[in-house]
């Protein structure tokens, strides 16, 4: 029991609910990739090496923001502030993140495997930006856009322009609610010199730059269904994700209380939506023939 409570400690430490942010989307990138269904052994690296990525990340940066933390009153709740997790364990699940996420792109074919050290370079490099530029939300979207980046190349083995639109998609997204997330510490920032792109421009013109993050993404996310040749389900979903994004936007708009509520739940919906529509598009294709 007291191992399981140990892992539970873990898995809330590293935010694993969160995975839906970027889960989602490598899954989408891997049936655009294969044009249909890729195998399931594929599959399930894409899902061992993003869990692996997620973790190391998570868990990284929650040691090397355990001062920063500690003086927000937001997060001086979280595991490591409030002694519950010590920052050498988070160290060590870092490590062991990293290693799963190798082993697995090992596993998926050479390409992967060589591209998975710019990975872990690029998942650590963006614990650090906050303390030095105000791009720190276009980092983080970087990082999580590695998902479907990743998930492309262990189905095709090669890069390929579609998707480095379909990421950049992605990575905008995150940027923008990121943005919209960053509003909750705009005084505490400016107080302590950490980078951010509200603090440094303000509230309103922050969420000006977080909508034209999420128009970008919508037309990535066209883009890369045209040069897919995506059909009527795929479209409907971007559709409906727009909906989402409008509805997240209006949200925090009018009530800064809402921050978390748009952060979690309307970006959880979009990134499922733009799954679920994209799977029925091909389920569609290949039970029904067009």
């Known amino acids: 029991m007291r191992v399981v409570n140990r892992i539970k400690t873990y898995m809330e430490l590293i935010k694993v609910e969160h995975t839906i942010f970027a889960l989602p989307f490598a899954l989408t990138a891997a049936l655009m990739a294969a044009k249909g269904f890729p195998p399931l052994y594929q599959v399930f690296w894409i899902v061992v090496a993003l869990f692996g990525a997620r973790t190391a990340a998570m868990a990284l940066n929650r040691a090397i923001d355990a001062e920063i933390d500690a003086r927000n009153p937001r997060t001086a709740g979280r595991h490591i502030p409030r002694g519950l997790v010590r920052k050498g364990e988070a160290f060590v699940l870092a490590i062991i993140g990293f290693a799963l996420m190798i082993f697995a792109a090992y596993k998926l074919n050479p390409l992967a495997f060589k591209l998975s050290p710019l990975a872990v370079l690029i998942l650590s490099i963006y614990s650090f930006t906050k303390r030095f530029t105000s791009l720190c939300h276009v980092v983080l979207g970087i990082a999580v856009a590695l998902a479907p980046l990743g998930a492309w190349i262990a189905v095709e083995g090669r890069f390929d322009f579609t998707a480095l639109i379909l990421s950049a998609a992605v990575a905008f997204w995150v940027a923008g609610f990121d943005i919209i997330y960053a509003l909750q510490d705009v005084e505490f920032d400016r107080r302590e ?43 409907l979903g971007l559709f409906l994700s727009a909906l989402l994004m409008l509805k997240e936007h209006r949200l925090v708009s009018r009530d800064r209380d809402k921050v978390a509520f748009a952060f979690f739940n309307m970006n959880g919906y979009i990134s499922v939506t733009v799954f679920l529509f994209t799977l029925l598009d091909f389920l569609w294709r290949r039970y029904w023939g067009f």
């Open 193 to 235: 010199g950490i980078y951010s792109i509200p603090a440094k421009f303000g509230e309103d013109n922050a969420l000006f730059i977080s909508r034209f993050f999420h128009l970008l993404t919508l037309i990535g996310l066209i883009w890369a269904g045209i040069r897919v040749g995506m059909g009527f389900f795929y479209y």
